[in-house]
């Protein structure tokens, strides 16, 4: 099975910073990569699909890029509402296997 | 408005049953990939089953032989049963629709394996 990393597992930004998570699929899984928030005690959300694209909602500081193996979400300008674990997930095929997930706290 | 609702959970003890339930609304599970996702406490998203618009299904190493996904289309509706649970399987269970990665979650319904 295709394993997720990603890294780093924990990090923290002070407001207004650029932040960058990375993603890498032990084999290619082309743009098959979903990106998710999850703040403390909600439900998982659904920030970028097929690698880049936004969905719908979200707001545009959110990016994401890659493809085949390594993938990055990045926040252009941090703000403290994006206090959450950030999970990625390959979804060509089964398993659906998530990272381990990333920590993102405010410095 | 498109939404789902999980329910069923509940303490259990190990080598026991449960019948977790999502229900949708807004949309067709028939016409939809629909999954079950897993967070034990303090942990991470643990993938754990699909069933296919078509029928098909398939399930992550850890719940394969024990846990089986359904779907009635009438009540439009999702299952998971799980059997010979463990200690382990202990966690908040959501169903999610699959729709280009996972854009609908309900909110979670909690199980809890001890004796």
């Known amino acids: 099975d295709i394993q997720m990393t990603q890294s780093p597992s924990s990090l923290s930004a002070s407001v207004g910073d650029r932040v960058t998570i990375t993603c890498r699929a032990s084999?290619?899984?082309?743009?098959?990569l979903a990106w998710y928030q999850q703040k403390p005690g909600k439900v998982p959300r659904l920030l970028i699909y097929?690698?880049?694209t936004l969905q719908s909602g979200v707001p545009s500081r959110f990016s994401g890029s890659g493809s085949g193996t390594d993938f990055t979400l990045t926040i252009s300008s941090l703000q403290p509402e994006d206090v959450a674990t950030y999970y990625c997930?390959?979804?060509?095929?089964?398993?659906?296997?998530f990272g381990q997930g990333t920590k993102l706290e405010i410095k | 408005e498109e939404q789902l609702v999980e329910s069923g959970g509940g303490l259990i003890q190990p080598g026991g049953s449960l019948r977790l339930s999502c229900a949708a609304s807004?949309?067709?599970?028939?016409?939809?990939?629909m999954t079950w996702v897993r967070q034990a406490p303090g942990k991470g998203l643990e993938w754990l089953s699909v069933?296919?618009?078509?029928?098909?299904?398939s399930y992550a190493d850890s719940v394969k032989g024990r846990f089986t996904i359904s779907r009635d289309n009438f009540q439009n509706t999702v299952h998971l049963q799980m059997n010979s649970l463990r200690v382990e399987d202990t966690a908040l269970y959501y169903c999610?629709?699959?729709?280009?990665?996972?854009?609908?979650w309900g909110q979670g319904t909690m199980v809890t394996v001890s004796s």
């Open positions: 999610a629709r699959d729709l280009d990665g996972f854009d609908i």
């Open positions: 807004g949309f067709a599970v028939s016409g939809n990939y």
């Open positions: 069933i296919y618009s078509g029928g098909g299904t």
């Open positions: 084999q290619g899984i082309t743009n098959y």
């Open positions: 097929a690698a880049s």
């Open positions: 997930q390959k979804y060509n095929s089964a398993p659906y296997t």
